[in-house]
């Protein structure tokens, strides 16, 4: 499985754009990189996933690379609900192949 | 739609101790997943399962911990005896490979405290 490395922590202001990258040298050709977010108290929450380019959905955009080694998390105009741990995960996801890392702890501040 | 349900919300037991934690998977997800998850971490997989068959349990600490998910549908996951550094919040997870993103769906875990 690729070793994913992610920022410990981010802070950020309401209204801003946020981007959390994820380093993955390693990642193999069926590997996909998925997004999860985590609030205090409750179990991880899928946010997004892709495989190569970009993928927009209504909460977050993913730039992949063409190399694919590295992966950006974009949330537009965050709020002070965004403030949560972000997991990248990289893996076969259709395998049901992926491991949680550290997250990345994001702090929204009015 | 009903989502993952967990029991017990909240345990404390003493060590050495048996528990087991309960989860009832979405229903018509194939796939269950029992995760650790310590302060400040990301939850650490402790068992997978496809089915009725656990397809990895490479993580699972098997001198003490054991899961069963005898019709394929809802799972046990059960310390005995309890020590500890196995205070943790556990999560259950689900997922079809039948949804695009196959996609995991947690339920709201169980907090566990050994004293």
């Known amino acids: 499985l690729a070793k994913t490395t992610q920022p410990i922590s981010m802070d950020s202001y309401e209204g801003q754009e946020v981007n959390i990258t994820c380093s993955h040298n390693n990642i193999a050709t069926n590997d996909y990189i998925t997004w999860y977010q985590q609030f205090p108290s409750q179990g991880p929450r899928f946010i997004i996933q892709g495989y190569k380019t970009k993928v927009t959905n209504e909460v977050a955009s993913l730039f992949i690379p063409a190399d694919r080694k590295s992966s950006t998390l974009s949330l537009p105009r965050v709020s002070l609900s965004d403030t949560a741990v972000y997991y990248c995960?990289?893996?076969?996801?259709?395998?049901?192949?992926?491991?949680f890392g550290a997250g990345t702890r994001l702090t929204v501040k009015p | 739609e009903a989502g993952v349900v967990q029991s017990p919300r909240y345990k404390i037991i003493e060590k050495k101790q048996p528990v087991a934690f309960w989860c009832n998977p979405i229903s018509g997800h194939n796939t269950l997943y029992w995760y650790r998850q310590n302060l400040g971490q990301g939850p650490e997989l402790l068992i997978r399962y496809e089915n009725e068959e656990a397809v990895d349990d490479s993580q699972l600490p098997k001198d003490r911990f054991s899961a069963e998910r005898l019709k394929g549908v809802d799972s046990t996951l059960k310390i005995q005896p309890a020590e500890l550094g196995d205070s943790a919040v556990y999560l259950c997870?689900?997922?079809?490979?039948?949804?695009?993103?196959?996609?995991?769906?947690f339920g709201p875990g169980t907090r566990l405290t050994v004293l």
């Open positions: 995960l990289v893996g076969d996801a259709h395998n049901n192949d992926m491991r």
């Open positions: 997870a689900s997922s079809s490979g039948e949804l695009k993103y196959n996609e995991q769906f």
